[in-house]
Antibody, heavy 118, light 108 residues
């Protein structure tokens, strides 16, 4: 079946970096783009942007430029989100979500919790 | 950037009742590029509706979406126990996609 499996929880200190993975299975990875969505504790959803899985070209939403990097390893059907210079306000659950078309998200990963604390 | 405002913030209803959720956009949404997701506690969101009124695969017909322009509605005709969750609307189709803040549907 189609699924996205994300890496586990991370506890990081301010200023550190983190890399979250999202492994796809059950479909051809390069047939669908991949979105990333953030959810801070007790808050709503924020669309972070997306990456074209054919070209590797990323597009970042407002507020997610500079410290956020989307990347791919198509040989293992995996998308990555790297966040550098972590701040306390980066504490959130990060979801990858398959792009069914025009950024409608039809399959979601289970989420990866990133906690930033000294 | 289009701002989506959902109302009410919380809806308290009993199983079997009808739920009506609203999503209002700050500007007209072209091509009805409006989706609805629901999220149960501790779970990832799940797609319900896209294109304002099209049910996603496997979504029961008690869920229906309507609207155009700036005003959109999600209706759940008869609430089932598994429908108590948070519902988000989402404007898509560009690099400026946004979510509404969510409506919680809770058991009365």
């Amino acid at each position: 079946q189609v699924q996205l499996v994300q890496s586990g929880s991370e506890l990081k200190k301010p200023g550190a970096s983190v890399k979250v993975s999202c492994k796809a299975s059950g479909y051809s990875f390069t047939d669908y783009a991949m979105n990333w969505v953030r959810q801070a504790p007790g808050q709503g959803l924020e669309w972070m942007g997306w990456i074209n899985t054919n070209t590797g070209n990323p597009t970042y939403a407002q507020g997610f430029t500079g410290r956020f990097v989307f990347s791919l390893d198509t040989s293992v059907s995996t998308a990555y989100l790297q966040i550098s210079s972590l701040k306390a306000e980066d504490t959130a659950v990060y979801y990858c979500a398959r792009d069914w078309g025009k950024h409608v998200m039809d399959v979601w990963g289970q989420g990866s919790t990133v906690t930033v604390s000294s | 950037e289009i701002v989506l405002t959902q109302s009410p913030g919380t809806l308290s209803l009993s199983p079997g009742e009808r739920a009506t959720l609203s999503c209002r956009a700050s500007q007209s949404i072209s091509n009805s590029y409006l989706a609805w997701y629901h999220q149960k506690p501790g779970q990832a969101p799940s797609l319900l509706i896209y294109g304002a009124s099209n049910r996603a695969t496997g979504i029961p017909d008690r869920f229906s979406g309507s609207g155009s322009g700036t005003d959109f509605t999600l209706t759940i005709s008869r609430l089932e126990p598994e429908d108590f969750a948070v519902y988000f609307c989402h404007h898509y189709g560009s690099s400026l996609g946004t979510f509404g803040q969510g409506t919680k549907v809770e058991i009365k």
